[in-house]
C-alpha cells in the first residue's frame, strides 16, 4: 500500500473520531463509537484497505443517523 492510503486513512479516523466526540448521544453511544475507532485505527496497522472499507461502514452508519448497539460488530466477519 502506498503511503498516500496511509496518510488518507489516518486524516479520515483523525475527522471520525472528532465526528464522534461532537456527537450529541449518550456517553455510552459515544464509547462504544470510540472502542470501535480504536479497533479501526489499530486494524489499520495490518489491513488499510479493511479498515478503511470497515471506517465507510461506520460513517454510513453516522451519516444515516444509525449509532451501533451494545453488541454490533465492525461489519462482516473476515473471510477465511
Not at 7 to 34: N, Q, W
Amino acid at each position: 500500500m502506498s503511503e498516500e492510503l496511509h496518510v488518507e486513512l489516518a486524516r479520515r479516523l483523525r475527522d471520525a473520531h472528532r465526528r464522534v466526540a461532537s456527537l450529541e448521544g449518550t456517553d455510552d453511544e459515544k464509547r462504544r463509537l470510540a472502542k470501535r475507532l480504536i479497533a479501526l485505527t489499530d486494524a489499520s496497522k495490518r489491513d488499510v484497505a479493511r479498515a478503511s472499507a470497515r471506517l465507510d461502514l461506520l460513517l454510513a452508519d453516522l451519516d444515516a443517523g444509525r449509532a451501533p448497539g451494545p453488541d454490533d460488530a465492525d461489519g462482516p466477519p473476515a473471510a477465511g
